[in-house]
């Protein structure tokens, strides 16, 4: 698994994102929170189903948007949202060559309750 998680670490360098977002509450008696999200935004939906089955959660849509061509390849996201993608984090933090200091803010707890 340790060549898996340098080979997705590196993927998600190139690829990924990681961001903290505002999310409103469905109902009044509910709180707004703060969600933790991490995601592989790439052309190739079976390296994106890998990476799915090897941690075993987010799930993958295609990602929609800006008016596509005609001749453009479909862009599939992978995305894990909150505790998996605090997992996720952790798990290839080791690996990681440039993004360290923005997954170790992650990490450290800049999420607010």
């Known amino acids: ?5 340098a080979y997705i670490a590196g993927f998600w ?3 990924g994102y990681a961001g903290v977002y505002n999310h409103k509450a469905e109902s009044s008696h509910k709180k707004d929170r703060q969600r ?3 995601g592989i ?3 190739n939906k079976e390296v994106l189903e890998w990476i799915k089955k090897k941690f075993d959660s987010g799930c993958i849509k295609i990602k929609t948007g800006k ?3 005609s001749n453009w390849k479909t862009v599939y996201v992978w995305m ?5 993608a605090m997992k996720f984090l952790k ?3 080791p690996y990681l060559k440039f993004r360290e200091e923005q997954v170790k803010s992650l990490i450290m707890g800049q999420l607010s309750p």
């Open 80 to 84: 894990v949202r909150d505790g998996n």
């Open 13 to 15: 360098e190139g690829e």
């Open 41 to 43: 935004i790439n052309t």
């Open 91 to 93: 798990m290839i933090y």
């Open 1 to 5: 698994m340790n060549n898996d998680l």
């Open 36 to 38: 933790l999200e991490v």
């Open 67 to 69: 008016k596509r061509k």
